[in-house]
């Protein structure tokens, strides 16, 4: 099941991928910082570095993937309407938590998003 999946946009593309609030939980915990570093591979097996940022304020975190994002969108290439899902991986006891990032190409015909494919 995956923690987060996003159908990207221009500013996910160009910028930062904004990431759900409720999915925190998913992720490493920020323990009173607005910084977290975690690592997630890819279907080939390549480890990704990313780091997820918060506001300060408490209030709104609007959680955003800085660090390592913009790499992973153009060495996969990713374009406006490609889906991003990570997942949590089950770990064995005593192993760290990893992380996966899969990418679901969208299938479009003269410009239009018609589905979503695996690469």
Do not use: N
């Not at 990704?48 to 609007?62: C, E, M, P, S, V």
């Amino acid at each position: 099941m995956a923690i987060v999946s996003k159908q990207l946009k221009k500013t996910d593309i160009e910028k930062r991928l904004t990431i759900p609030s409720k999915s925190l939980k998913y992720f490493p915990s920020l323990a009173g910082k607005h910084v977290v570093t975690f690592k997630a591979r890819d279907d080939s097996g390549r480890p990704w570095k990313f780091q997820i940022y918060t506001r300060k304020a408490k209030r709104y975190l609007k959680p955003v993937l800085t660090k390592g994002w913009r790499e992973f969108v153009c060495t996969k290439e990713l374009t406006i309407g490609d889906k991003v899902e990570f997942d949590k991986e089950e770990k064995e006891q005593g192993e760290a938590v990893m992380y996966r990032v899969r990418v679901v190409r969208a299938v479009k015909i003269f410009g239009y998003v018609l589905d979503h494919k695996s690469s």
